[in-house]
């Protein structure tokens, strides 16, 4: 089974040939970041525009590095939600033009499955699986029974891990998209100033960033406002150490009351090296094998998609051609 799979939900326009659900065969991804970092964060109307103008190259590209005639194709998957809808219509125009044009099925694919399903393209998964998925615009822990199955037991109640990560990164006046280079300023501090964890209700595998994001703030405008010093590089290392002990703690309580055989990090936030590790930590000893892909997997990309449409495909879940971008898409 080969499909060429495409994704068009935010700011990267990616096609990839992926093979039996578990091997990429190429991947092209086109990042339009440098147009919207002026504007600190995504502008929706020029994301569409942007795949609009590269949609037909980047898929061509990843057909032309696969070496395959579209004749070899099983299927074309796209990304249907959730996303910007403008963004996801380019997408799902250029997959349903390309699979009417060459007689192929269409398989629609939900943006998150496709971040966890990354995860095949490193090893098989093994279930029952637990997926903590840290991106952009979701932080949820996601139960895999057995494939295809996905049963979210927890999730933010305010920003996203990544949201809180961007807004965090600004307040410290760095640029957009503010995890990356967040991440490493925090690397060159000491996490030594006192920021909330929100715990929640025990037992609850929820998530919420806001009163820490708030607390980053505040803490600068206190300092600004008694002339303290303020040191960045150490309000990023204490904010770092903040969110990763949450979502590790979590993770680990969640994966073990599962009774799960693999843990999956999956999403944009899942690039952060000191999350790679504390999580790689956690499950040493434990018996529960992880995979954590690599960081190019992590953010957005089309192979995952490619990953996540093996399994539609399997239950031959398949589109029609009035399929239409759906922003707000869930995941069960
Ligand atoms: P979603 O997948 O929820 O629709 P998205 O596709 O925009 O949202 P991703 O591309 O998966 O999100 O991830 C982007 C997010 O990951 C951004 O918020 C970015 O700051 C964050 N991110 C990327 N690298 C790192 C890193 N090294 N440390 C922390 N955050 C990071
Ligand atoms: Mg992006
Ligand atoms: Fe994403």
């Not at 949820?140 to 199955?149: A, S």
């Not at 990164?169 to 060159?188: F, I």
């Not at 037992?203 to 803490?219: A, E």
Request: net charge negative.
């Amino acid at each position: 089974v080969i499909i060429l799979a495409i994704e068009t939900s935010c700011d990267e326009t990616a096609a990839s040939v992926v093979k039996n659900g578990s091997e990429i065969i190429s991947s092209v991804v086109a990042s339009q970041m440098d147009s919207h970092k002026r504007f600190g964060g995504v502008v929706p109307e020029i994301a569409s525009r942007h795949h609009t103008e590269i949609i037909t190259q980047v898929m061509e590209q990843a057909m032309l590095e696969a070496e395959l005639p579209f004749s070899k194709l099983t299927a074309i998957a796209v990304t249907e939600g959730p996303g910007l809808v403008g963004a996801l219509l380019v997408g799902i125009s250029a997959a349903k033009a390309v699979a009417f044009a060459h007689g192929l099925p269409l398989i629609p694919v939900h943006h998150i499955a496709g971040h966890i399903q990354a995860a095949e393209l490193v090893k098989p998964i093994l279930y029952p699986a637990m997926a903590l998925v840290v991106s952009g615009g979701h932080t949820e822990l996601v139960y895999m029974k057995e494939p295809g199955h996905m049963e979210v037991i927890g999730e933010t109640r305010d920003d996203a891990a990544g949201e809180a990560y961007d807004k965090v990164a600004r307040t410290l006046g760095l640029p957009y998209p503010g995890g990356p280079h967040l991440e490493r300023l925090a690397a060159t501090g000491e996490p030594t100033v006192k920021l909330p964890i929100a715990w929640l209700e025990p037992g609850s595998y929820d998530f919420s960033f806001s009163g820490l994001k708030s607390s980053v703030i505040n803490t600068k405008h206190n300092a600004e406002q008694r002339g303290e010093p303020f040191k960045a590089e150490d309000v990023a290392a204490s904010f770092q150490h903040s969110v990763v002990e949450v979502l590790v703690e979590k993770t680990k309580r969640a994966a073990l009351a599962y009774d799960v055989q693999q843990v999956i990090a999956a999403g944009g936030v899942a690039a952060n090296r000191g999350l790679r590790a504390a999580l790689k930590d956690a499950f040493i000893g434990t018996g529960i094998d992880w995979t954590i892909p690599p960081i190019e997997l992590c953010t957005d990309n089309a192979a995952m998609i490619g990953a996540a449409a093996y399994i539609e495909w399997n239950k031959q879940n398949l589109a029609d051609w009035d399929l239409n971008g759906k922003p707000g898409l869930a995941l069960t």
